[in-house]
């Protein structure tokens, strides 16, 4: 059984600032980037999707994400945010995707890179400077490796902007671990069912669509005993 120390230690959550993820894309700390489509994405994409076309699809903390461009393959307009310029430009690079930077009226020291073909603008600020005025309301979002990197002192407040960007039939997909957090802490960040009901239930309703164990070596050797992934599907109330 853990000392109190100890306990203390494994139960306080870090906070990463902004500088903190750049210093991360600075000097390669990435592991988190997967260089193939998510398999989740693949196998639930029509939860999103919807058997729609050319929907606008949003990507919070996009990091360099290959879904993006798996997504713009098929004809939809992808948007994503993230603090990192590095992330961004090496998407284009790495996706051979030729792009133009423009300053964002809106919001001070913000770019945004967008594909010369149009569909997928990436814009690169904090994503608590965003809001619809700027970049629209989404059909879509795709939620890996975002919610789970939030601060979990600054959940509610990603939460509440993500819901500010979904219309009445939007379609949220999203991605959390589930692992004891008595162990280790994040990013990424354990979130319990019942944050997900603070988070969404009010508004949203939410659905586990799977639950996949994703446990490996590594997390065996950080002390984990189980490590799994689930996937939510979350859809606004309808207004009656
Ligand atoms: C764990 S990575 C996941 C990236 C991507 N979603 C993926 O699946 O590969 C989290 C990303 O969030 C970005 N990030 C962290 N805090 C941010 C913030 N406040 N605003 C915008 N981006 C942020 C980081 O730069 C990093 O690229």
Known sequence: MADSSNFTKTKQAIVLTDEDWNVKWQTRQIGFHEKDVHPLL???QNEMINDKTKLNIFFPLCGKAVDMKWLADMGH?????DIS????????????????EEPVAEIP?????KSTSGNISL?????????SSVIGRFDGIWDRGALVAVNPCDRKRY???LLSLLNRDSRYLLVVLDYDPTLITGPPFYVSESEMEQLFGSTCSYKLLKN???MTDKQRQRGLGYCNSKIYLITPKSIS
């Open 85 to 100: 310029e590095i992330g961004l430009k090496e998407f284009f690079e790495e996706q051979n995707l030729p792009y133009f």
């Open 159 to 161: 939460a509440n902007l």
């Open 212 to 214: 996949i164990d994703v």
């Open 109 to 113: 020291g913000a770019k945004v890179f």
């Open 123 to 131: 814009y690169c600020c904090s994503i608590y400077t965003i809001s």
């Open 77 to 81: 307009n992808i948007v994503g945010v």
């Open 42 to 44: 693949v196998e639930f």
